[in-house]
């Protein structure tokens, strides 16, 4: 899928699950501090990952915002608006060794790592982290040579 293609996509999902931003997600004790930031390509992302998780939206808690924003020098609050389209169409994608229904995504042009992790208890995908990979021209490389991520390919 092209950049175009992505950002068509992305504002056809956004038309449809806009609503989405002011409801709260049911089956949480804290639902009303969630916000709907985007849907991953599950059927490309189990079929790269082997992982069992379903439902591709990805929501962010009020608490994660403020954590990533104090601990990543407001990294959040700085790609706030291309969060939905990083979600959608990333440059790789991987999965934490250390955590089983992870995902992450790596977005090259920044540097960025958004770490994305399902709460099984209630059924959702969250935005655990986001953050400046440090080390990328080194990192990357040995991530994809080891294959815990892979470029991340719509066909």
Known sequence: MTSVQCLLRSRKDYVETSILNSVP???TSYSSALQ???TLDMKHIRRMLNTNIRNGNVYVH???VEHID???????????????????CPDFVGANPKESDSVELYIEKSHLLLA???NRKAGYLYLASLFRLDDW?????ERLE??????FNYF
């Open 36 to 38: 709907f930031v985007g």
């Open 62 to 64: 009020d608490g994660i």
């Open 70 to 88: 104090y601990h990543h020098k407001n990294v959040y609050r700085m790609f706030e608006t291309d969060i939905r389209k990083m979600i959608e």
């Open 137 to 141: 021209n080194r990192k990357i490389p």
């Open 25 to 27: 997600y049911p089956n």
């Open 116 to 118: 994305i992790k399902s």
């Open 146 to 151: 080891n294959r815990r991520i892979r470029r």
